[in-house]
Each structure stands twice: as structure tokens, then as C-alpha cells.
């Protein structure tokens, strides 16, 4: 699996941005992806996930209520809609796959990452 991720910019604080994850190759109902970030100086974080086949959901507390995650299986695309952004989600964001679908939060169970796409936030 090979993962494209996209649609980081700048953006001013309060403003919005949608990114987007194409995968190409299988994902399997079982599998979740996942999006994390890391700022520098720190390591990469846990923002979301969605389970590929269900649509179940999951987020980060510092996310919640601002980040929306979504997939579109017909395209095999994953998105993070990301509203009210602050200065801290200042970040390069990666998109991930994680085949056992049971480690999500932890960014060293995902077997396939995306290159990473940078977020900045200007207050």
C-alpha cells in the first residue's frame, strides 16, 4: 500500500483546512487508518482514525469537535476536515494504515505511512 497525502497549507488561526490521504492499493474492511502529527522537537501524536470498513471513528482530546475524519472507499480516500484551527496544530501531518486494526492510537503499529504534509497555523 502506498499512501499520497495532501491539501496542508497556511492557514490564520480560526481558519480551516481539508486534507486528504489516497491510498492506492487494498485496504481491507479490518484495517484502520489513521492521522497523526508531529511538530518539531516532538513526537508524532495520535489526531484520528477511522475504521476502514465500519466508519467507526476516533479522536484525539485536542482534537475533538474541530477535526472531522471521513473515507470515501470508492475512492480509497481518507480525508481530515480540520476546523478552528490553532497555532498548535502546527504540524507536518501523516496518514497511516494500520493492518490489525486494534493498536490505532500508536504510531508505531501502523505499518504504511503517507509522506507527510505541513500544516501552519499563524496566529
Known amino acids: 500500500v502506498q499512501l499520497q497525502a495532501s491539501g496542508g497549507g497556511l492557514v490564520q488561526t480560526g481558519g480551516s483546512l481539508r486534507l486528504s490521504c489516497a491510498a492506492s492499493?487494498?485496504?481491507?474492511?479490518?484495517?484502520?487508518m489513521g492521522w497523526f502529527r508531529q511538530a518539531p522537537g516532538k513526537e508524532r501524536e495520535f489526531v484520528a482514525a477511522?475504521?476502514?470498513?465500519?466508519?467507526?471513528?476516533y479522536y484525539a482530546d485536542s482534537v475533538k469537535a474541530r477535526f472531522t475524519i471521513s473515507r470515501d472507499k470508492g475512492a480509497n480516500t481518507m480525508y481530515l476536515q480540520m476546523n478552528s484551527l490553532k497555532p498548535e496544530d502546527t504540524a507536518v501531518y501523516y496518514c497511516?494504515?494500520?493492518?490489525?486494526?486494534?493498536?490505532?492510537?500508536?504510531?508505531?503499529?501502523?505499518?504504511?505511512w503517507g509522506q507527510g504534509t505541513l500544516v501552519t497555523v499563524s496566529s
Open positions: 477511522i475504521r476502514w470498513g465500519a466508519g467507526t471513528t
Open positions: 492499493g487494498r485496504i481491507y474492511s479490518s484495517h484502520v
Open positions: 497511516g494504515v494500520e493492518r490489525r486494526g486494534s493498536a490505532w492510537r500508536m504510531a508505531n503499529a501502523y505499518d504504511y
